[in-house]
């Protein structure tokens, strides 16, 4: 009811209530939008499983809505699309005889964490079983519990959406954020290592993150420090990124790094699969914003700032280079992409292409310098995740319109925001990205110290040689012999 | 018989094919293939790294002609598949012993 106001509509404690928001929302421009957005932004933060619980008097119980609750589907397949089309942006840039391989390290996630996720990635980011602000719990493995028994329950109060959409949507973004890690890592990892790599920080890195940041843990709105993360700036892309950067230096550079590099063996995979991200973050961030009528704002702010993004990129080739390239329209646009993802829900449209530009530029830059130091973060993951993760999640405090960060649904966050303004929160976002990339960074070399002593990280120079297709998976992408 | 190996630009294929089938050779053989002469390489740019990419993309035409008609064939190709620049390509000919048509099993001049 509070979010999406039904006809004929509601008992009047409700109505009692409503008029309360109207209050609190009477210095905002458009009270009926930023009323909608209130809700949505709060679920986008991902702190429904605390406010079930909490005692929040803002928050309603409210019946399941069928619209909202589509939007979650339908963003779950658009989020699940970006995973194959992760593989195809990966795939092309790789040799012609790894380009299986590449594909699988993302490809196949879908499948591993796809059933981590329901037996147990869900409850460690969103139960509160244990208490921790650390850390959810095991008391809804097997997404016991979740949805009601016919799956369609609300998640919690206030929110409109069912359980189970949110369990099935959250599981997208567990898939695809370990498969962003493999751009650092291809074409030498050993798939053994990647697969208990994928599972182990899945379980112990990804859903400790997003408790922290969505699930009423440390960092987020209800924690601690009051850290606003639309669409997982921080739980995504800072953690991917910073996995990527430890692991590349860990693992070390592929053999042929850097005296005997191959260009990308197929430009248009990298389109396809740049195209297919695009598609897929409209549930990303949009859906992110948990109820159809006021998404799209958020779906809107996603797609100005990679087409600024992409925009920027190409500019600057243009200026240095003398030519726009292919592939970087396709890098830039997803560079916007990751840097709006912390801010989607919290900004205008200004903010947005402000943010565009400055990730793309960010960007651009940081892989001018790993191209300079010859360090073989091979496909650019922490340059593009990582550093625009980052970016975007600072810009996230500096811009983030105090309108769109209600006191009822970000507590802290409204707080800082009141008292100290944007720098408040800045700082606080500052203390963030200092935390994920501490506890990421320390968190992914520990696993992969022990996966190195146990089952080893890379395959022969041999194999390295022969090619991942072959050597990992007995199949071989293209043989026109056989054609 | 001889054999003519022609490596041109590749969107010169369809001039020198033509330009044969006009002089009534109606046989060839396209290959793509890639080299470097005089032209070098070519530089590429993805992201920050640069590429030399020295080996670049030719169509290699093979056609096995008749003694009497070798020279029309080579003068017919070096001109369909001139541009002036460097780049252009080479021909190369190769004395041929024998030919069999293997629908019939006819052999020399006439199963060409």
Redesign the interface.
């Known amino acids: 009811m509070i979010s999406n106001p039904r006809q004929g509509g509601g008992p009047s404690a409700l109505a009692t209530f409503d008029r309360f928001r109207q209050g609190v929302l009477a210095g905002v421009q458009q009270p009926q939008l930023k009323r909608y957005g209130v809700l949505l932004l709060a679920a986008g933060a991902g702190l429904l499983p605390l406010m079930a619980g909490s005692a929040h008097a803002a928050l309603q119980k409210v019946p399941t809505d069928g619209a909202d609750t589509l939007l979650m589907l339908m963003g779950s397949a658009l989020v699940l699309l970006m995973t194959p089309g992760l593989a195809f942006f990966y795939g092309g840039f790789t040799r012609a005889k790894n380009v299986l391989n590449t594909m699988m390290m993302s490809f196949f996630l879908m499948g591993l964490i796809g059933v981590v996720w329901v037996v147990i990635g869900y409850s460690l980011s969103f139960d509160t079983g244990f208490g921790s602000p650390f850390i959810g719990g095991l008391g809804q493995m097997w997404l016991n519990g979740v949805g009601g028994p016919l799956g369609d329950a609300p998640l919690a109060d206030g929110f409109a959406i069912s359980g189970s959409s949110f369990a099935l949507f959250q599981g997208m973004f567990a898939i695809i954020t370990p498969a962003l890690i493999s751009g650092a890592l291809v074409e030498r990892i050993n798939f053994k290592a990647w697969f208990w790599f994928s599972l182990l920080w899945s379980i112990f890195i990804y859903c400790p993150m997003a408790k922290m940041v969505w699930g009423g843990g440390y960092i987020g709105p209800f924690g601690e420090l009051g850290v606003i993360d639309f669409a997982g700036g921080t739980v995504v892309h800072i953690a991917a990124g910073v996995a990527a950067l430890v692991s590349a230096a860990i693992v070390g550079p592929r053999s042929t790094y850097p005296d005997q590099l191959r260009p990308p063996h197929n430009v248009p995979f990298i389109l396809l699969g740049a195209g297919l991200l695009w598609f897929g973050w409209f549930g990303f961030n949009g859906a992110s914003y948990f109820a159809a009528k006021g998404a799209g704002f958020s779906f809107m702010a996603t797609s100005v700032a990679a087409s600024m993004a992409m925009l920027t990129w190409c500019l600057i080739e243009w200026f240095r280079d003398g030519k726009p390239t292919a592939v970087g329209a396709a890098t830039g646009a997803v560079a916007g992409l990751v840097g709006i993802t912390p801010a989607a829900g919290f900004v205008y449209m200004p903010q947005a292409i402000i943010i565009g530009a400055v990730v793309a530029v960010g960007c651009y830059l940081a892989v001018q310098v790993k191209a300079a130091i010859k360090f073989d973060d091979s496909l650019d993951a922490f340059m593009v995740h990582g550093v625009g993760g980052t970016i975007g999640a600072l810009l996230t405090g500096l811009l983030a319109v105090p309108a769109l960060v209600p006191a009822d649904y970000f507590p802290k966050s409204a707080e800082i925001l009141a008292s100290s303004g944007n720098l408040g929160l800045f700082i606080a976002h500052c203390k963030a990205v200092l935390i994920s990339y501490g506890f990421v960074g320390l968190g992914t070399a520990v696993i992969l110290w022990i996966l190195g002593a146990t089952i080893g990280l890379r395959v022969s120079p041999q194999d390295e040689s022969r090619g991942l297709d072959y050597v990992a998976h007995g199949e071989e992408a293209y043989d026109p012999m056989n054609s | 018989m001889k054999l003519i190996k022609a490596i041109l630009r590749p969107g010169k294929l369809d001039e020198v094919k033509r330009a044969l089938v006009d002089l009534d050779i109606v046989g060839m053989t396209a290959f793509e293939v890639r080299g470097f002469g005089r032209q070098k390489g070519q530089v590429?740019?993805?992201?920050?790294?640069e590429?030399k990419?020295d080996f670049l993309p030719k169509v290699m035409v093979e056609v096995v002609v008749d003694d009497e008609k070798l020279d029309a064939a080579l003068a017919t190709i070096q001109q369909a598949a001139q541009t002036g620049e460097i780049g252009d390509g080479k021909i190369f000919v190769l004395p041929v012993e024998n030919a069999v048509r293997i629908r019939t099993g006819e052999s020399g001049t006439i199963a060409v």
């Open positions: 590429e740019r993805y992201r920050a790294t590429f990419v």
